[in-house]
Nanobody
Framework: QVQVVESGGGLVQPGGSLRLSCAVS????????MGWYRQAPGNQREYVAH???????VYAYSVPGRFTISRDNAKNTMYLQMNSLKPEDTAVYFC???????????????WGQGTQVTVAS
């Protein structure tokens, strides 16, 4: 069974840092792009950033330079380093990835369950 699991969220004071992780486990052939989305209360889910298998990164125009996305292909894990956090960063952060489960089938889209990030004093 394939699992996509986020971790690393929590309560942090303004100005603090968090490092989110997204780990993929199970029987998979390969992992394609991996990305982060977030959804604040009352808002639609919004794109944050994504990273390709080769490590190329793209960030949403609205995402500040305080966020850095990375991945460790050997560990099937993606990260989001968030620094100088602000209350407006409060949201549930979701991992999204394309997984190829079988060599002769196209990749499928998977979402994690989300991890809550709350920035408050």
């Amino acid at each position: 069974q394939v699992q996509v699991v986020e971790s690393g969220g929590g309560l942090v004071q303004p100005g603090g840092s968090l490092r989110l992780s997204c780990a993929v486990s199970g029987r998979i052939f390969s992992i394609y792009n991996m990305g982060w989305y977030r959804q604040a209360p009352g808002n639609q889910r919004e794109y944050v950033a994504h990273i390709t298998r080769s490590g190329s990164t793209v960030y949403a125009y609205s995402v500040p330079g305080r966020f850095t996305i990375s991945r460790d292909n050997a560990k099937n894990t993606m990260y989001l380093q968030m620094n100088s956090l602000k209350p407006e960063d409060t949201a549930v952060y979701f991992c999204n990835t394309g997984l190829k489960l079988v060599v002769n089938r196209p990749p499928e889209n998977y979402w994690g369950q989300g991890t809550q990030v709350t920035v408050a004093s």
